[in-house]
């Protein structure tokens, strides 16, 4: 079985991106952390990183049977409203990560217009959230 990890704009350079905002985890640590902490259920991590909205989409579209998905959509979370359709065609449960406290933040990120969609979300916990998430989906997902 397949889980989606999905990462959007940005999320590609951390460990160098605003690292007292993100954290210095790269995304490769990132994968690698949630990859183990499935692996037990012999699930295997399908990382997606990119910049645009529509190769999310496609990525999306591309695993519609995978167990299930994490996804990081940085700030597509304000306006990806395709995004969020795609979400919404998506048969399966997905949590919404993202490393910083957005609320903590800039007004403009106190909204997602994703999340209503999420299983659930999970925010402020840096690199932790990823496998924190995963650890939901192998609860939620039945065998
Ligand atoms: C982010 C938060 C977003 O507001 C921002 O645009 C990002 C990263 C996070 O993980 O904290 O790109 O999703």
């Known amino acids: 079985s397949e889980l989606l990890l999905l990462n959007g704009p940005n999320l590609g350079i951390l460990g160098r991106r605003e690292p007292e905002i993100y954290g ?73 990560v993202h490393l910083s406290n957005v609320w903590a933040r800039e007004a403009f990120r106190h909204e997602s217009v994703l999340a209503p969609l999420a299983a659930g979300v999970i925010v402020g916990l840096g690199a932790l959230g990823y496998v924190l998430a995963a650890r939901a989906l192998l609860e939620v997902v039945p065998d």
């Open 24 to 96: 210095t985890a790269t995304l490769a640590d990132i994968e690698k952390s949630v990859a183990a902490e499935v692996a037990p259920r012999n699930w295997r991590v399908v990382p997606v990183q990119r910049e645009s909205e529509g190769e999310l989409i496609h990525a999306i579209q591309d695993h519609h049977d995978s167990v299930g998905a994490i996804v990081n959509p940085g700030a597509l979370m304000i306006a990806g409203w395709s995004l969020r359709d795609a979400l919404a065609a998506y048969p399966r449960p997905w949590m919404e």
